[in-house]
């Protein structure tokens, strides 16, 4: 059996900027595989690439087997694909447009009516199919999307950032679409929500800056981590010489300030991998004579390995406020 | 070719489902119709050159003609490209299974259809006028014919220009340029007196195709120079959007 997806040595670039930089990677068959990455990393790029959208300035894209560049129909008619902005046409009805995309999609004639009336059961748009598109919520146009992208029951679903710009309640139910469909179908789910890989993915990409940094699952990614140590240090004394000090430290491999307030400076101290830092920071403490108030090792959660592998502090913000369990 | 039908008919709804089929069709039959009592009135009057036919001022023969060429033409087709880069529904357009060829073959097929069919609209002048006076259906067809093939190549000038921005505008104000620039090849013939180069103009001239056809003359020329600049616009359309920087 062929492999579903398989990018090998894949390069892009406009001009000057490189978009993506000799990445390789491959998606199993069956399997949900998480590519997760801060925006702008080169996501939409690979996945505009892996439709035949865009061509490659270099490496190859094979989809069951067939290059991209070569047979791009064929690969097309395999693939589901929903787009990371979803804007469809908006004067037509649901129904109406369902149609007119499972006509360009070779759905065959006598299928039709069953297949449309299938994909909007399963993305529950009973309601809406005599809707215009054009007066429809952003949650339901992803859902037709997503209908779309079912039409002609493609082995291959290509997701990008699937959930952006939904409620709680729609992305819950989005992604249990997306894991029921996973049980079937192979899919390639972008996303820079990293609650969305733990919850939905069994192996997940990492991509930054056109690179692909690790590739493994959730679970082993984290433990990749644990193997370096992370705590959380509280100390009275003055934050700037306490930062500089621990950065001092064998052993050390990042220090992050938490804020500093009545004396008191809380930082977060990453330890190189194998590491123990604890008692360093113990003495160092003792030595300079700052008051110990707090050392805590931390839970490695996805996140900091995300950060870890990318350092894109901001993103972990907006990831943050993406509630975990909705 | 279900793939191509579904892309035209989609092109066909997004003109009638648009406000700008009822204010550009309104326009339209409304100067036509001018265009229709003018001919009554021409046709009526004694003092008028007996060997200028019916046909011969319809087609071409009054400024309305041209003008409702000129300007209707970029209005059904600024929108064909332009709006889907502008929206984004574009790239789901560059994914599904079709080719390129299809997009830029069903998006002409969309417009000369709606074009067409702006056209047919004036065909119960040519019924109510048989029903008083007898004459020859020849000139009319042919005079249809000529009038659907200028605009083939007009719009596909409009669909190229389209599709190389995503503003609407520039769009219609670059391909109503280039239809004008055209247009008044065959006006420049005044000025030369080089009988060689007037014959060029002649061949490249839009009014004198229009008179041979409104004539009732179907001449193989004016046929296959209109079917190249056709062919020729879709083709460099089909180059544009294969174009990698144009697609992202």
Known sequence: MTTPIEVRNLTKRYDTVTALADISFSVQTGEIMGFLGPNGAGKTTTLRILTGMIGPTSGSVLVDGLDVTER???????????????VLYPELRVREYLDYRSRIKGVGRRTRAARIAEVLAQCALEDVTRKLIGRLSKGYRQRVALADCLLAQPNILILDEPTIGLDPHQIRQTRELITSLGQTTTVLLSTH????????????????????????TPERLRQRLQGSQLVHVQLRGDASAIEAALKQLPGVARVTAQGHANGLAAFEVQANTGADVREAIFRLAVERQWALLQLAPTQVSLEDVFIHLTTQ????????QEPAHV | ???????????????WYSPIAYVVGGVFLLLQGWVFWLLLAVLNDPRVDPSWTMTQFFFGGTFFYWFSILVVTPLLTMRTFSEEKRTGTIEFLLTAPVTDTQVVLAKFLGAWIAYIMLWALTLPFFLLLRTFTPFDWGPVVTGYVGTWLVGAALLAFGIFTSSLTRNQVIAAVLSFVAIILLFSIG?????????EGSRLIQYLSLMEHLRAFSKG????????????????????????????????
């Open chain 1, 72 to 86: 791009t129909l064929e690969v097309r008619r395999r693939i589901g694909y929903l787009p990371e902005t979803v």
């Open chain 1, 193 to 216: 929500i990293l609650p969305e890989v733990e919850m939905t993915c069994q192996r997940v990409a990492i991509i930054d800056k056109g690179r692909i940094v690790a590739v493994d």
């Open chain 1, 313 to 320: 502090e901001q993103e972990s913000v907006v990831a943050n």
């Open chain 2, 1 to 15: 070719m279900t793939a191509l039908w579904a892309l035209t008919t989609r092109e066909l709804k997004a003109f």
């Open chain 2, 187 to 195: 006006v420049l013939d005044v000025f030369v007196r080089d009988p």
């Open chain 2, 217 to 248: 003359i179907l001449d193989t020329r004016p046929l296959i120079f209109y079917v190249s600049l056709t062919t020729i616009a879709l083709f460099l359309t089909g180059r544009v959007i294969a174009n990698p920087r144009w697609r992202s």
